[in-house]
């Protein structure tokens, strides 16, 4: 059974930082792309980052590049998403989910519907 579970998540004020982690476990962690995601009460699920399975290519929404790092511990099944100079428009719930890369290149990455598996969500509030 495969399960991805977030923590880290909670309130940051404007301009502070924030790291969330996804612990993986039920499948090989080191042979999927990870990525992240997030939600916003009455908006849909929105692509934030991703990264490959070994760790080499990075991938960022616009709206978080620069400010935002994803990265991953394959030994310890888990990635993190470090989010630096936050802002309130960051507030969401934020997802991890396992890509096990059908095809290659950023469009394969940013989509939701690539991922298989996913985590229950993390809240993270970034207050004014």
């Known amino acids: 059974q495969v399960q991805l579970v977030e923590s880290g998540g909670g309130l940051v004020q404007a301009g502070g930082s924030l790291r969330v982690s996804c612990a993986a476990s039920?499948?090989?962690?080191?042979?999927?792309?990870m990525g992240w995601f997030r939600q916003a009460p009455g908006k849909e699920r929105e692509f934030v980052a991703a990264i490959s399975w070994s760790g080499g290519n990075t991938y960022y929404a616009d709206s978080v590049k620069g400010r935002f790092t994803i990265s991953r511990d394959n030994a310890k099944n888990t990635v993190y998403l470090q989010m630096n100079r936050m802002k309130p428009e960051d507030t969401a719930v934020y997802y991890c989910a396992a890509n096990p890369l059908k095809c290659i290149g950023y469009g394969c990455y940013a989509v939701d519907y690539e991922y298989d598996y996913w985590g229950q969500g993390t809240q993270v509030t970034g207050s004014r």
């Open positions: 039920g499948l090989t962690f080191s042979r999927y792309a």
